[in-house]
């Protein structure tokens, strides 16, 4: 091994060091990892792709919690990117898909975007519009904006809200996606479920009402995933044994992250379960 000296203008040392703070790594660290992912994304001919591109917003999908769940193309997008935001309930909390991000890419910077997540909903639009401005903002200044969300920006996600938000404000903003693994697809992992074949149909809600989840069970042919629906895991369950579908029903909860759960539907259906929690009744073989 041999040691290089690297001399930094001050201000790139500033946010080494809070790079360092943020990740818990090492400035050495952080600078080999920087070096090793320039030397292996450099090729004589770099494409114009791999640069950001100016007034370009993506979404960006990093997974439901386990860092090593977060694709290539999503990492790549995140290092491209001009500035990297991400939906948080204040300026002083870290979001989960920045705890996700700071794990599986300790050098890239958040800026946290506060967003409403109480039952008001004209609190969580003034939310969202002033998100939009801070973003198009950025765009507005030649910045290429990518947005993390937890999971697939194009499934219940704030992303596709803020996105309207932002065209309406600049018409000419270019979106792109980067899709994520959602929690229902790690859970059916862990868990060995089927979530459909040439048979089945797969349907996913999310807050569901009582009436549309006792009509969805009734269709048997169909897998159901009740998703971000912890609150109503008890009755979720209780519906699920009356329509006589808890054999194969799982629920996992905070899907990997730290006190991550997975079990049988029966063993957690008197809760209390978190937001995060979702739940998978099979579809029945032959729609019995």
Do not use: W
């Not at 790139?12 to 818990?24: D, F, Q, T, V, Y």
């Not at 404000?169 to 479920?193: D, K, N, S, W, Y």
């Amino acid at each position: 091994m041999r040691k290089t000296s690297v001399y930094l203008p001050d201000g790139l040392k500033r946010s080494l060091a809070e790079a360092a703070a943020r990740s818990g790594l090492s400035e050495a660290e952080i600078i080999r990892l920087a070096i090793e992912r320039e030397l292996a994304n450099s090729d004589r001919d770099r494409r114009p792709l791999d640069r950001p591109v100016p007034g370009r917003l993506v979404g960006v999908g990093v997974g439901p919690g386990d860092p090593g769940l977060v694709t290539t193309a999503a990492l790549a997008a995140l290092r491209r990117a001009d500035r990297v935001v991400a939906p948080s309930t204040s300026v002083e909390a870290v979001g989960r898909a920045e705890m996700i991000v700071r794990q599986a890419a300790p050098d890239v910077a958040v800026e946290r975007l506060v967003f409403e997540m109480a039952p008001d909903r004209s609190a969580r639009d003034e939310a969202v519009t002033r998100a939009a401005g801070r973003v198009a903002a950025c765009l507005q200044g030649g910045e290429e904006v990518a947005f993390i969300t937890l999971g697939d920006p194009l499934v219940y996600s704030t992303f596709a809200s803020v996105g309207r938000a932002v065209r309406n404000l600049r018409p000419e903003t270019v979106v792109e996606h980067q899709p994520g693994i959602m929690a229902f697809q790690l859970l059916a992992a862990r868990t060995g479920t089927v979530l459909a074949d040439e048979r089945q149909a797969i349907l996913v809600r999310t807050a569901l009402s009582h009436d549309d989840l006792e009509a969805d069970l009734r269709r048997r042919d169909v897998t159901l995933v009740a998703y971000k629906g912890g609150r109503r895991l008890p009755d979720v369950a209780a519906a699920v044994e009356r329509a006589g579908r808890s054999a194969g029903a799982v629920v996992g909860e905070l899907l990997g992250m730290g006190g991550e759960r997975v079990a049988a539907l029966a063993e957690m259906s008197a809760g209390p379960a978190s937001y995060l929690a979702t739940v998978i009744v099979p579809a029945l073989e032959d729609g019995q």
